[in-house]
Structure formats: structure tokens, C-alpha cells
């Protein structure tokens, strides 16, 4: 299983990109999936999750501006980032759940925002 990430990029504070993240071979069905960030320095911390059944967590510094969203037919999962800010710079990964214990990463890209 492997996880393909794109849409990073440099984008001014107040602006937005769109990321995604793609699978393969029907697995995404009712795993979770989720977007996490690591800021230089900084641990790996969550961003935005979704279960199976749709249901949705975030991180409270980006709840109100970013949305996380799949489309199983396509393997795919999203991360929609507006009025993006300079805490928001940092390497995105996107994860998928294939169960408990195992957990598959995408490679991460990168997102800069500048002040």
C-alpha cells in the first residue's frame, strides 16, 4: 500500500490550497484517514481525521479553515486549507488507518506560508 501526496506549495497568509492524497487498489472503503503536519522543530501533530462513516476531528488551531474530505471510488482523501497562516508552514502527511496497529504514510508535502 502506498499513499501519494500533492498540493503543497508557497502561498501568502489568507490564501489556500488544496491538498491531496492518493491510494490504491480500493482501500480506502471504511479506514480512516487523516492529515497530519510537522512544523520544523516540531513533532508530527494531527490536522483533520475522517473515519469511515464520515465522521471528522480537528485540530482546534485549524478548525473553521480547513476541511477534510474523500472520495472512496477514487482512493482519495483531501485537505481543503483557507485563510491559511504562518503557523500553518510546515510538511503535510496524509495517513491511512488499515486497522489498529498498522498505519500507512503518505511521503508529505510541503507548505509554506508567508507573512
Known amino acids: 500500500v502506498q499513499l501519494q501526496a500533492c498540493g503543497g506549495g508557497l502561498v501568502q497568509s489568507g490564501g489556500s490550497l488544496r491538498l491531496s492524497c492518493a491510494g490504491s487498489g480500493g482501500i480506502f472503503s471504511d479506514k480512516t484517514v487523516g492529515w497530519y503536519r510537522q512544523a520544523p522543530g516540531n513533532e508530527r501533530d494531527m490536522v483533520a481525521t475522517?473515519?469511515?462513516?464520515?465522521?471528522?476531528n480537528y485540530a482546534d488551531s485549524v478548525k473553521g479553515r480547513f476541511t477534510i474530505s474523500r472520495e472512496n471510488a477514487k482512493d482519495t482523501t483531501y485537505l481543503q486549507m483557507n485563510r491559511l497562516k504562518p503557523e500553518d508552514t510546515g510538511v503535510y502527511y496524509c495517513?491511512?488507518?488499515?486497522?489498529?496497529?498498522?498505519?500507512?504514510w503518505g511521503q508529505g508535502t510541503l507548505v509554506t506560508v508567508s507573512s
Open positions: 495517513r491511512l488507518d488499515l486497522n489498529r496497529a498498522v498505519k500507512v
Open positions: 475522517m473515519t469511515g462513516d464520515g465522521t471528522t
